[in-house]
């Protein structure tokens, strides 16, 4: 199983330019998160899908869109990238209500110029 | 909502010494508790986690304590050894929601 899968793994904006990041699972969770690490910030909550079709507000979720494509995808959008947006960005799934291990994605890094 | 502090930002030990990294929490509703260990350029994994009905866990040379009252758990880690050296995130999940709430982590250096 490949887990947790995020593209690009890479990626450099010009500031207003619009990307989506995705991330897809093949376990079968039903929660699915976004999160941000920055230097000395730890990883910080962007949105978080509890179930197919349900979306909500992390810590810091403005400048950012995310759809629930489906059970396995969970997309997030930069509508106008900022240099702010620079960042180390993480997928990550687990299975609602188990209290389980959460897989995380390789991560994708973001630099705005 | 969900707010959860780790102490300290850095830690540097003797390989063989004993680390111990705290973290507390603000949702009294919070009942699970994993950590997570993140090497140079990797993603974060699981190493261990403790839920709100047990007080201590254990798994070879790592360990975690809960504190449910103080709002307080941590992680013990004993014989340190170099492959120790990351960065360690602890985290807290609650019932109301689904959030998981990473604190800022800390870098742990293990010295030759």
């Known amino acids: 199983n490949a887990g947790v899968t995020q593209t690009p793994k890479f990626q450099v904006l010009k500031t207003g330019q619009s990307m989506t990041l995705q991330c897809a699972q093949d376990?079968?969770?039903?929660?699915m998160y976004w999160y941000r690490q920055d230097p000395g910030m730890g990883l910080r909550l962007i949105y978080y899908?509890?179930?197919?079709?349900?979306?909500d507000k992390g810590e810091v979720p403005n400048g950012y869109n995310v759809s629930r494509l489906n059970k396995r995808e969970f997309s997030l959008r930069l509508e106008s990238a900022a240099p702010s947006q620079t960042s180390v960005y993480f997928c990550?799934?687990?299975?609602?209500?188990?209290?389980?291990?959460?897989?995380f994605g390789q991560g994708t890094r973001l630099t705005v110029v | 909502g969900e707010n959860v502090e780790q102490h300290p930002s850095t830690l540097s030990v003797q390989e063989g010494d004993s680390a111990v990294i705290k973290c507390t929490y603000s949702?009294?509703?919070?009942?699970?508790f994993p950590w997570y260990k993140q090497e140079l350029g990797k993603r974060p994994q699981l190493i261990i986690d403790i839920r709100s009905n047990v007080g201590e866990k254990k798994d070879q040379r790592i360990a975690v304590t809960l504190n449910k009252t103080a709002k307080h758990f941590s992680l013990h880690i004993t014989e340190t050894q170099p492959e120790d050296s990351a960065v360690y995130f602890c985290a807290a999940l609650g019932e109301r929601d689904d959030k998981i709430i990473f604190g800022k982590g800390t870098r742990l250096h293990i010295l030759p």
């Open positions: 949702d009294s509703a919070s009942n699970y």
């Open positions: 376990m079968n969770h039903n929660s």
């Open positions: 899908s509890a179930s197919e079709g349900t979306t």
């Open positions: 990550a799934s687990t299975q609602h209500g188990s209290y389980t291990e959460a897989f």
